[in-house]
């Protein structure tokens, strides 16, 4: 028998929470505006006023101030990576699900957002980190010509040996699809 979880389901997303608390804040979105009055030398003077949305009502903006990862959160709560993975495990642990899907989210969420607004192209780290943990790719078509894509439908081996041969002649004719 094993040792006993440290983690209920309930406690695991309960301390979660409280992690993602302790590394961010709410934000009242702000712009700068024309305060229609000017300095000694005639320049527009500008105020902070709040963003309001469609629906009258300020804008708020969660802010991260610690970037979050998975490492920094097993550190927080006391547990490894590999604890984390085991929790993760919707065949081994499924009461677990919610709790980490939940986190999971979170993570995806700011890993896009980063991806969308950060500054120049410092993008690497993010692209990695979606590509290597989220399933993110890099969706890349590739045309193929008439011989490639003859030599893609060969199944045998015989018919890849034919389809060679026909291509390493050393005549000026095109090839009359009777490779494959």
Not at 13 to 29: L, Q
């Amino acid at each position: 028998m094993g040792r006993p979880r440290q983690y209920t389901p309930a406690k695991l997303k309960k301390a979660a929470e409280a992690w993602f608390k302790s590394i961010t804040r709410i934000v009242r979105v702000t712009e700068e505006v024309d305060s229609g009055k000017r300095d000694e030398k005639g320049h527009a003077i500008y105020t902070s006023a709040e963003v309001l949305n469609q629906n009258g009502e300020p804008v708020e903006q969660l802010e991260y101030i610690v970037p979050p990862t998975v490492g920094g959160m097993c550190r927080a709560l006391g547990i490894s990576r590999s604890t984390w993975a085991n929790y993760c495990d919707a065949k081994l642990n499924p009461e677990y699900e919610a709790a980490t899907t939940w986190v999971r989210e979170r993570l995806l969420e700011w890993n896009e957002q980063e991806l969308l607004t950060r500054p120049g192209k410092d993008v690497k780290g993010i692209l990695f980190n979606l590509q290597n943990n989220y399933d993110y790719t890099d969706k890349r078509e590739v045309e193929l010509g008439e011989r490639a894509s003859k030599a893609i439908q060969c199944s045998t081996m015989a018919e890849k040996l034919a389809l060679l041969r026909e291509l390493t002649e050393d005549d000026d004719e095109d090839a009359d699809g009777s490779g494959c």
